[in-house]
């Protein structure tokens, strides 16, 4: 069965590029176990020579561009100094998840991150794309959109971000909806898609406060050119969407669209959790695991003032401080309950 996992990530271009080297140069894409241990079960490696946003186009406006099969999630996000710690809590399922590794091509920096495609796909998919035949459309599809399906990832810049569930079921639906949708950030602009905010950044973004300003230009949004609600993750149907954490060793932000409406946090965003910075709202979840995390960052932080150091934090501590907010029923292997 699948495992929640944990990743940390040092924020430096130099490791970074370093971890890039081994990148495969063909062009067929290749799916390959990542490593042989029960931890890392269904999590496979997988090098991107060329991807299209256009299959995204394609997708947003196809009759399948909603996924009905997402389960239950949450997760925990924390950035200090040069380093940067994820959890990602979901039930029990068959998905699979790949380690997405890009190179610098096309005008889109290279970047390692990791999707979690339609959060359905199993090792038998995996198996017909790499044998390449008999495939089926939806398939086909997955194939193509796994490069923008990240829920994290840093490129050759330094660049970090994440994204975790919002409870957008809080907000104001727009009329003629039951729950609320971003229906557009900035109309006029070119749209973005929301849920691949990660892939648009780690593509383009040279730092953090860069990823922002892009944002910012771009209309993001939840419905494709005919009004009709996209849910890639499965989330919007469960009445939430996402916040991202953006990251470089200088700056954190959350950005939240909160009523159609783009939001920078700058003030205590080195913590993300499952509840709206900007909009603190009843359903928020992970309050709890917000206060344990903010606290380890108070200690580094009071360490390095007191001792006048720098990366008070290590891999080892962010990996302590993750590990302790482990908090959902989905790491008991019998729980098949649904929530976030």
Not at 257 to 272: L, P, Y
Request: proline content about 3%.
């Amino acid at each position: 069965m699948k495992k929640s996992k944990l990743f940390v990530l040092g924020l430096s271009p130099l490791l970074f590029l370093g971890t890039l080297v081994s990148c495969k140069a063909n062009s067929t894409v290749k799916h390959s176990t990542f490593v042989e241990d029960e931890n890392f079960d269904y999590l496979y490696d997988v090098d991107y020579d060329n991807y299209s946003w256009a299959d995204v186009n394609e997708w947003m406006n196809s009759k399948n561009n909603v996924n009905e099969n997402q389960g239950a999630f949450g997760c925990s996000s924390i950035h200090y100094g040069n380093f940067y710690g994820r959890s990602f809590d979901f039930c029990f399922t068959d998905m699979c998840e790949f380690l997405v590794k890009t190179k610098n091509e096309n005008g889109h920096f290279a970047s390692i991150g990791v999707s979690i495609a339609d959060c359905h796909v199993t090792d038998e998919n995996v198996k017909h794309i790499n044998e390449g035949k008999n495939l089926s459309k939806k398939e086909k599809l997955n194939e193509k959109l796994i490069p923008f399906a990240l829920v994290d990832g840093i490129n050759e810049k330094g660049v970090v971000c994440n994204t975790n569930v919002v409870p957008a079921k809080d907000l104001t639906p727009h009329e003629g909806e039951t729950l609320y949708h971003t229906r557009g950030t900035n109309p006029g602009k070119t749209d973005l898609f929301y849920q691949f905010m990660p892939r648009y950044i780690l593509d383009n973004a040279v730092s953090a406060k860069h990823a922002v300003e892009l944002l910012k230009q771009h209309n993001l949004t939840a419905v494709n050119k005919d009004g009709k609600v996209c849910d890639y993750f499965g989330v919007s149907k469960m009445g939430y969407e996402l916040h991202c954490m953006i990251a470089d060793k200088k700056d954190t932000f959350v950005v939240e669209m909160v009523d159609d409406e783009f939001n920078v946090v700058k003030t205590g965003a080195h913590v993300m959790t499952n509840f709206y910075l900007s909009n603190i709202t009843p359903s928020g979840q992970g309050l709890e695991r917000y206060a344990v995390l903010f606290d380890y960052w108070k200690q580094w932080e009071k360490a390095e003032e007191e001792k006048d150091e720098p990366n008070m934090c290590s891999v080892e501590k962010m990996e302590e401080a993750i590990h302790k907010v482990k908090y959902s029923p989905s790491y008991n292997p019998e729980w098949q309950g649904a929530g976030i």
